[in-house]
Antibody, heavy 121, light 108 residues
Framework: QVQLQESGPGLVKPSQTLSLTCTVS??????????WSWIRQHPGKGLEWIGYIYYSGSTYYNPSLKSRVTISVDTSKNQFSLKLSSVTAADTAVYYC?????????????WGQGTLVTVSS | EIVLTQSPGTLSLSPGERATLSCRASQSVSSSYLAWYQQKPGQAPRLLIY???SRATGIPDRFSGSGSGTDFTLTISRLEPEDFAVYYC?????????FGQGTKLEIK
C-alpha cells in the first residue's frame, strides 16, 4: 500500500518561500509510471493542481503558479519537494501530495493527509 | 483552462435514496478523462471513479459514473451513512488539470 506524508513549516511569512516535502513509502518513486504531484485546497474551497514531477526530474506546472513554483525529487530518499516563492495570504491552504496516474494530465489515486500552511506575519 | 461546474451545490437526501451529482465542463473533456473524488471533513480526497466510468480499486459498486463530452454524472444507487461527504469532479484531458467546486451531500 503506497503512503504519502507531507512535512514542513505550518507558518510562513509573506514574501518568503514555502517549502514542503513529501515522503513516499510502500513504493519506489524510481519505479516510474507515476507523476508525483502537489495539490492545494484553500480553506473551505475547492482543489487546485500545482504541478508534478516524474522520477527522471521532468516537471509540469500549473501556468497560474509556474513563475513561483519549483518541484524537485530525491530518489535516494524516496521524497519529492515543493517550493513556492513570494507567498502571500492567498497561498494559505492545505497542501496535499499525491500520486498521479493514467493518461492525459493524470488523476490521483493516493494522497497524503495534507498539511495546513498559513501565510502570516 | 477547462472550468468544471458541479450541481447542485448541496444535495439533501436520506440513507437508502439515490443520489445524482452533475459535473458540466466549459469545453469537451478529451477521451472522457474525468475523475470523481469523495472528501470527508479533515481528510484527503479519495478517488472513486476515473475515465468517467471506471471504479477505482475497492470502491463499492453502488458508485457509478457516466457521461462524455461536457456532461458527466456520478450516481450513488443507494446511500449509506458513510456516503455523506463532499464530492469533486476533475478533468485531466487538458492542461492544466482542473477540479469542480464540489457538491456537498448531506443527510436530510
Amino acid at each position: 500500500q503506497v503512503q504519502l506524508q507531507e512535512s514542513g513549516p505550518g507558518l510562513v511569512k509573506p514574501s518568503q518561500t514555502l517549502s514542503l516535502t513529501c515522503t513516499v513509502s510502500g513504493g519506489s518513486i524510481s519505479s516510474g509510471g507515476y507523476y508525483w504531484s502537489w495539490i492545494r485546497q484553500h480553506p473551505g474551497k475547492g482543489l487546485e493542481w500545482i504541478g508534478y514531477i516524474y522520477y527522471s526530474g521532468s516537471t509540469y506546472y500549473n501556468p497560474s503558479l509556474k513563475s513561483r513554483v519549483t518541484i524537485s525529487v530525491d530518489t535516494s530518499k524516496n521524497q519529492f519537494s515543493l517550493k513556492l516563492s513570494s507567498v502571500t495570504a492567498a497561498d494559505t491552504a492545505v497542501y496535499y501530495c499525491a500520486r498521479g496516474v493514467g493518461y492525459g494530465e493524470r488523476y490521483f489515486d493516493y494522497w497524503g493527509q495534507g498539511t495546513l500552511v498559513t501565510v502570516s506575519s | 483552462e477547462i472550468v468544471l461546474t458541479q450541481s447542485p451545490g448541496t444535495l439533501s437526501l436520506s440513507p437508502g435514496e439515490r443520489a445524482t451529482l452533475s459535473c458540466r465542463a466549459s469545453q469537451s473533456v478529451s477521451s472522457s478523462y474525468l475523475a470523481w473524488y469523495q472528501q470527508k471533513p479533515g481528510q484527503a480526497p479519495r478517488l472513486l471513479i476515473y475515465g468517467a466510468s471506471s471504479r477505482a480499486t475497492g470502491i463499492p459498486d453502488r458508485f457509478s459514473g457516466s457521461g462524455s463530452g461536457t456532461d458527466f454524472t456520478l450516481t450513488i444507487s443507494r446511500l449509506e451513512p458513510e456516503d455523506f461527504a463532499v464530492y469533486y469532479c476533475q478533468q485531466y484531458g487538458s492542461s492544466p488539470a482542473t477540479f469542480g467546486q464540489g457538491t456537498k451531500l448531506e443527510i436530510k
